[in-house]
């Protein structure tokens, strides 16, 4: 998880997962989060970041390994909240009003195919929304037993109980994964929330 500031006004975050775990996962999801990271940086939009990262991914690696690209930005120039996934992991998005949006078109992970694009989805940027954005390790809590995590169902039911702050948010999904998980995790878990 890599944060920059937008030249222009706003701050991105960049949350990338790599293939596997352990040394490597971290190496390529570096790799990647610092090239985006450096084209935000210097201005280009987050889909242009996104098709760059996931263009030296694929050059560098030989179309041989693959990694999740979540960029998350807040763009004071727009006054929009824009969502780029290169993900099978959906976004939540909870409006102001209540309103549950789970924003999982079609995405593939970066650095396997020439010509992989994000997914985009640009919403107004109002006071109280919420964007939850995860890697697959959330998702698969509880894996090694009968139950799966249903990360959306938890999500409602968290932001229910009246007002919740980001941190508990995140807090609070990553206490029931670990606990599905008996504090073992299988996979690697990151939770942003906004």
Known sequence: LEMVERPHGGISFVLVDG?????????????????????????????????AAHDYLYTYKGGKVSATLNILSVDLTSNTLVLSRNSHCPTIVITPDGGLQILNDGSEPVGLRRG????????????????????????MAGARSSYV?????????????????????????????????????RDDICVLVL
């Open 116 to 139: 992989t694009k994000p997914h985009i989805t640009e919403l107004p940027l109002v006071a109280g929304i919420i964007a939850v954005v995860y890697t697959d390790g959330l998702a």
């Open 149 to 185: 995590f249903n990360v959306t169902a938890a999500v409602r039911e968290l932001t229910t109980q009246g007002n919740i702050s980001a941190q508990q948010l995140a807090d609070g999904l990553l206490e029931q994964a670990l606990a599905l998980d008996e504090g073992r995790p």
């Open 19 to 51: 293939q596997r775990s352990g040394r490597a996962a971290k190496a390529i999801s570096n790799l990647v989060a610092r090239k985006a990271v450096r084209e935000l940086a210097e201005g280009v939009r987050d889909g242009a970041a996104a098709r």
